[in-house]
């Protein structure tokens, strides 16, 4: 956020428009020293001033005094840092009043807004009750409904859309999810076609660079998208273990292929992770087993790198560009500490009961958290 700079601003502006100290003063009933005084920064206008002085110059109150309540890009990936650092380190009451004084501080930096909306999300589970972190999803709603009422940006008022769907659903608000959602994702819709439309047109405008680069960004989503969507098939046929056992082994045929332990380790994890709560839930416990070792060479694979940052390889040689764009540019959306406390929470889950004894088990579980600790 800038500095203020209302004395610069008036001379300038007295300036631009030709006219003497002695007019400016004349208009708004006040000596020519006065007006110097604001100009040297020696003194201010009367607050009821700014208004006329606003009007006369044909600015913006929030023009005339150089009040800027936006943060750069590089600003807001570094207060999101900060915060999402906070939450591990202080006390969640005192994380959430740090929130919550930059809300209020940058109320119309929307996509500032966004990403506090989403820290919250990340975050709320550490509250140290349930009426906490159900207050600080509602408040992250309402940040929501902010943009998508005053922002005029459509991508930011698409991702706050979005947002707002799965901050309900994690409050158990199934129906507003379906009303909200369901229309914008109907597979027959045309907007499904676009991005072959777009890839067209580059090429006809002779931008092949540029096609190169949304087709191979497309293809690294889709990619992540499709394990994402494995990984809720092995949650909604839990109890259909053939199903699961053709869903897991295609999907790790893709993800062998593609690399996908080493290019995104925490998609991997998470699939990994659930194929292994299917195995043990179904009494397979030598699989389970197997999975869990895939989750931790997935997990070393996070511990591993100093920023946890996302990144191309050799096949996606040009997400590099789309990467920096993206409003968190590679950092990780939460901090090594906390992803620490998320992978404990994991192997307490009730799929594990039965392997609190194993020995297999428990050294790997000793593994994952030594790495996670160093």
Known sequence: M???????????????????????A????????SVSKWENAQSMPDILLLPRLAVFFG??????????????????RRCYGELSKDFVNLPFDEAAQKVRAMAHRYYSCY????????????????AKSQEEGKKMLQEAIQW??????HCKDTLVCSDALSLKAGLNLQLGRADEVIEALEPALDPSRLAGQDGGVLVQA??????????????QVKEYTSLLNLVGNAVLSLSLYENDMERCEKTIQRVKGLMDLYHLEQLHPNVAAQFYCQAAIVFAGNGNNEEALASLRQFEKCIHEL?????MALHGDAYFDLLDVWIEALPLGSMAPRDKGFMLQSVQEIFAHPAFEGFKENKEFQSIVKRVLEGGEK
């Open 144 to 149: 929501c409904d902010r943009i998508l009422d």
């Open 111 to 126: 996509p500032f807004l966004l990403q506090l909306s989403i820290l919250c999300w990340n975050h709320f589970m550490l």
């Open 59 to 76: 600015v913006t109150i929030d023009e005339l005094i150089g009040y800027e309540a936006q943060l750069s890009r590089e600003q807001i």
């Open 202 to 215: 580059y090429r006809m405008a002779g931008k092949i660079q540029e096609a190169k680069n949304y087709v």
């Open 2 to 24: 800038n500095e203020l700079n209302l004395s610069e601003n008036i001379t300038r502006l007295r300036r631009e428009r030709k006219l003497t100290q002695e007019e400016l």
């Open 303 to 307: 511990w591993g790198s100093e920023q």
């Open 26 to 33: 004349d208009f708004l009933g006040v000596t020519k020293a």
